[in-house]
Nanobody, 115 residues
Framework: VQLMESGGGLAQAGGSLRLSCTAS????????VAWYRERPGYQRELVAD????????NYADSVKGRFTMSRDHGTNTAYLQMNSLKPEDTAIYYC?????????WGDGTQVTVSS
């Protein structure tokens, strides 16, 4: 499975960005799709994930109410809508997919939020 992220960039505090992650290259069923981030000086952390079979979406406490994760099964694309951005949201955001065949990561997309 290849994962291609897009949509990162520069935003002002209070602004919005939408990240996309498109999966290709395998017919493996994706059991879980997630967004992680690496902030400067911190370990990689889970931002949000979706379990498609259960139609469950989970969010880190730090982004609840501001970020919304969604998935388009038809285009194999996952989205992360990020609203009310804060400078502490500045990070490299990574897409992750879990399948029976293994775990896959995208290369990451930089999000920078200025105050």
């Amino acid at each position: 499975v290849q994962l291609m992220e897009s949509g990162g960039g520069l935003a002002q505090a209070g602004g919005s960005l939408r990240l996309s992650c498109t999966a290709s290259g395998s017919s493996d069923i994706i059991n879980r799709v997630a967004w992680y981030r690496e902030r400067p000086g911190y370990q990689r952390e889970l931002v949000a994930d979706i379990i498609p079979k259960r139609n469950i979406t989970n969010y880190a406490d730090s982004v609840k109410g501001r970020f919304t994760m969604s998935r388009d099964h038809g285009t194999n694309t996952a989205y992360l809508q990020m609203n009310s951005l804060k400078p502490e949201d500045t990070a490299i955001y990574y897409c992750h997919a879990g399948t029976m065949g293994g775990d896959y990561w995208g290369d990451g997309t930089q999000v920078t939020v200025s105050s």
